[in-house]
Nanobody, 124 residues
Framework: QVQLVESGGGLVQAGGSLRLSCAAS????????MGWFRQAPGKEREFVAT????????YYADSVKGRFTISRDNAKNTVYLQMNSLKPEDTAVYYC?????????????????WGQGTQVTVSS
């Protein structure tokens, strides 16, 4: 079992930045591929970014490419999402997810563990 706890959400003006953190309980954190997803009201959960075990491979949704950066610190059992140049359409609940193995995937169905989510609101 892996427990994930997100933090760092909040209210920010368009053009601003936030850094989300996701702390994992597992001692084998480094053996999990990690991902960030988001869900806006009335919409399906969508992929944002993912990172491999070592952090050597990352992949982003086109909508956030060049603005968001995913990273991880395996010594701290934490994955981050740095969000810059935020837009009102980035407003959503952001979820951290983990899947065993080193296969980078954008499908939420492939992730085994999920956090409770953190709200990000971007005002215009």
């Amino acid at each position: 079992q892996v427990q994930l706890v997100e933090s760092g959400g909040g209210l920010v003006q368009a053009g601003g930045s936030l850094r989300l953190s996701c702390a994992a309980s597992s001692r084998t954190f480094s053996s999990y591929t990690m991902g960030w997803f988001r869900q806006a009201p009335g919409k399906e959960r969508e992929f944002v970014a993912t990172i491999s075990w070592s952090g050597g491979r990352t992949y982003y949704a086109d909508s956030v490419k060049g603005r968001f950066t995913i990273s991880r610190d395996n010594a701290k059992n934490t994955v981050y999402l740095q969000m810059n140049s935020l837009k009102p359409e980035d407003t959503a609940v952001y979820y951290c997810a983990a899947r065993a193995g080193d296969i980078v995937t954008t499908s939420p169905d492939r992730y085994n563990y999920w956090g409770q989510g953190t709200q990000v609101t971007v005002s215009s």
